[in-house]
């Protein structure tokens, strides 16, 4: 699996939109952009996922670039229960393990 | 729909002896993944069950083993357990298949080895 950067932290105001990027250039044409988050220590929670086109769900939108060499995950109006840490995975999907790095450190405040 | 369940959710062992996890994945998933995230440490892939069979295995010594049942939990067996085997043990469940299935995770099981 290709390897991502992100930044070790980043701070958000409640309400505001939280916007998390990450850099993967080194991905394939057939691997996926996963992101979750965990809260301390608690299991990870699966956010979203896509390959190519940007995607929304109920929780946050995924920006990828068209040279999928990075990514932005969008959290549209922050709280405080969004203060977690967000890890952004490339992985094959399937038949594939979850490769977690260190993520960012995303503190809302009030 | 029940998520993916993990007992129990504390573990107190000692030096030397054996410990044993368990995963029940969401109904209707067949692949079961297990990681290790250790105090300061990331996320460390373990084992990885789907229908039944170990399909790969994480950087970890053979002490470390599981299985899958046929209703398709598993266990995690630690055996020899070491002080460094404390840890946060998660089990992850997908739909299996090959596709490209999300993992979903559970709460974990906190070992505790004194």
């Known amino acids: 699996d290709a390897k991502t950067t992100q930044p070790t932290s980043m701070d958000c105001a409640e309400g505001r939109a939280a916007n998390l990027p990450c850099n993967h250039s080194?991905?394939?044409?057939?691997?996926?952009v996963y992101w979750y988050r965990q809260i301390h220590s608690q299991g990870p929670q699966y956010i979203i996922h896509g390959l190519k086109n940007n995607e929304t769900n109920e929780m946050a939108s995924l920006i990828i670039t068209e040279d999928r060499k990075s990514s932005t995950l969008i959290l549209p109006h922050a709280t405080l229960r969004d203060t977690a840490v967000y890890y952004c995975?490339?992985?094959?999907?399937?038949?594939?393990?979850?490769?977690f790095g260190k993520g960012t450190m995303l503190l809302v405040s009030p | 729909e029940a998520g993916v369940t993990q007992s129990p959710t504390h573990l107190i062992k000692t030096r030397g002896q054996q410990a044993t996890l368990r995963c029940s994945p969401i109904?209707?998933?067949?692949?079961v993944y297990w990681y290790q995230q250790a105090l300061g440490l990331g996320l460390q892939f373990l084992l990885w069950y789907d229908e039944g069979e170990e399909r790969n295995r994480g950087n970890f010594p053979p002490r470390f083993s599981g299985r899958q049942f046929p209703n398709y939990s598993s266990e995690l067996n630690v055996n020899a357990l070491e002080l460094e085997d404390s840890a946060l043990y998660l089990c992850?469940?997908?739909?299996?298949?090959?596709?490209?299935?999300?993992?979903?995770f559970g709460p974990g099981t906190r070992l505790t080895v004194l």
């Open positions: 995975i490339v992985s094959l999907g399937g038949y594939s393990t979850l490769t």
């Open positions: 080194t991905i394939s044409g057939n691997e996926y």
């Open positions: 109904s209707g998933h067949t692949s």
């Open positions: 992850a469940s997908s739909p299996g298949g090959g596709k490209a299935d999300t993992q979903y």
